[in-house]
C-alpha cells in the first residue's frame, strides 16, 4: 500500500468536501422558489388580472372532504432594518394550521392587526417581541407603524413577516377581497380539480412541482404560452392589463431557470473533483515510480502494476469518500443551523437525506478510481530504467517533480509505445 500517505487522504478528502457540501446547497436553492409558496402543498392564482382570486373560496374549499387546510395568502417584498424581508399577508389561524406552525414567544390578541416574525427572521435581523418598525409598501404607495406581537416557528419558513391580509392588500396595491394566492393541503390532487371545475372559478393550480394546470379557463395553448413569457415583461407599465397568474409563473419560470444554473454548477462541481483528484493521485504515483521501476526489473508485469495501483486507489478514495462526505453533512448542518445561506431574504434549507449523500459518497469513489486508473495506466507504459530515474529533490523531500520532469517522462512513455 504504497500511495496510502497522509497528504493524499487530506487531498482526496478536500475533494469530497466540495463536492459533499456544495451539491445540498446547490439543490437546496433549486428548492426555494417553490417552497416559498407553496412546499409540497397545491397553489391556486388568478388566471388573469380581469378576474381576481376570491379570498372567500377557502371556506368552499375547507368543506371539501380532500382538503385537510387551506390558506388564503399576499406575498409582498419589503425592506426592515436594512434587510430584504418577504412579508406574507395571512388569515393567521388558517396559516399557522397550514404550516403546522406554532407561536413560540408572545401572544396575538387582535387578529386583525398583528405582526408575527419568524424565528429565523427575528434572530437575523435582531427584532424580537415588543419592538416596533416601519412597513412600507411594495409595489403600492404604503406605511405602517407596527409592533411585533409573537415570533413563530414552522415547517416551511421562519424568514416572513406576517401580517393581516388588509395590510398586505394594500401593500400590493389590490382592492376588495382579493388575494394572490390559496395555498391548499390535500389528498387528492385530482378530486380537487374536479370539484374546482364543478365550481366554476377560474383558477390556476400549481403543485409542487411547478407544473400548472388552468381551471375553468378559455385560455388556448398560444395564451398558455404567452403567459410562460410574460414573465420576462412585468415592469412593463401593460403588464398587469393582459397578463395573470403571477404565482405559477414566478413558480415555474423560477424553478425552470434556476434547473439550468443549477445543474451547471453541480457539472463544473463534478469537474473540479476529478480535475483535483487526478492532480493529488498522479502526484502520488510519480513519487512511488522508483518503486515501481524496482518491482518491474524483478519481474512484476504490467498488469500485476495496474492490480497494485488500483487497489490502493480503491482503499484510498473510500476512505477520503468517506470521511469528506461526513465532514460535509456537518458543514451544511451547521450552515442551516445558522442561517448563513439567504435568498431574497429566505433561509435556503440544503437538500439532504440517505440518498443524496449515498450518491456523492459513489460519484467521488468513481471519480477518484478513474483518475488513478487514467495515471495508473500512463505509468505503467514507462520502461523499468524510465519509472527509476529520480531527482534529488525527490529522493530527499519526497515531494512532487517539477513539470519539465513529468513531461519528460510522459514523453518516454510515447516513445516507448510508439
Known sequence: MFLLKKKNILGLILCTLVLSASVPMLLGIEATPGSVFGGDMVVLSQVDSSQSLDASLVNELKTQPNVEAASAEISCFTIINNFPVIVRGVNLNDFLEIENSNIIRGEVENQDNFAVIGKKLAE????????????????????????????????????????????????????????????????????????LEESDAPVVVTDSAGEITPVNSELTEEELALQQLAIQGMDLEGFKDSNGSYVSLFVQEGANSIKIVIGTFIILDGALAFIGSAAIISRAIIERR??????????????YLRK?????????????????????YILISIIEDQGWLLMFGETVHPVMNPYIMAGIFAISVIIQALSGLVMGNLMTKARPKSLMQETEKMDREGDAPELDEVLGMSKQATEVNA
Open 308 to 328: 497494485m495501483i488500483l487497489r490502493d486507489i480503491l482503499i484510498l478514495s473510500t476512505l477520503a469518500s468517506l470521511t469528506g462526505v461526513i465532514l460535509g
Open 124 to 195: 437575523n435581523i435582531g427584532m424580537d417581541v415588543g419592538e416596533r418598525f416601519l412597513l412600507t409598501g411594495s409595489s403600492s404607495p404604503a406605511m405602517f407603524q407596527m409592533e411585533i406581537d409573537a415570533v413563530y416557528e414552522s415547517r416551511y419558513s421562519e424568514d416572513e413577516m406576517l401580517v393581516p391580509l388588509e395590510y398586505a392588500r394594500k401593500m400590493a396595491g389590490l382592492g376588495g377581497n382579493s388575494v394572490l394566492f390559496i395555498r391548499v393541503r390535500t389528498t387528492n390532487q385530482a378530486a380537487l380539480v374536479e370539484e
Open 290 to 303: 522508483n518503486e515501481m521501476g524496482i518491482i518491474s526489473a524483478i519481474g512484476a508485469n504490467r498488469n
